[in-house]
């Protein structure tokens, strides 16, 4: 899909753009939130990685199976000096 292509060229900031206009009902929103959060840790907009990131651990998705997620959340967190959250 275009999100990864452009996430795997290096192009966080289209990326995000892509991964955002992955509709929540579609079966490909979970990994489209996940691939959101990796995309702005790479932009260095950590405090927007946590919201998809959380998401996916507590939130809507959380009986999604996503092992990376609480691993962005903590960078996240961590970059955002939010370091009892990173643990």
Not at 14 to 21: M, S, T
Not at 59 to 64: A, H, I, L, Q
């Amino acid at each position: 899909n275009l999100a990864r292509s452009a996430y795997s060229r290096g192009d966080d900031v289209q990326a995000a753009v892509y991964f955002k206009q992955v509709s929540h009902e579609s079966n490909y929103f979970p990994q489209a939130s996940l691939g959101l959060a990796w995309a702005y840790l790479g932009q260095k907009k950590p405090e927007l990685a946590i919201g998809p990131a959380y998401n996916l651990i507590v939130g809507e998705m959380k009986n999604t199976f996503f092992p990376s997620a609480p691993i962005v959340a903590a960078i996240a967190y961590y970059e955002t000096c939010h370091y009892d959250e990173a643990k």
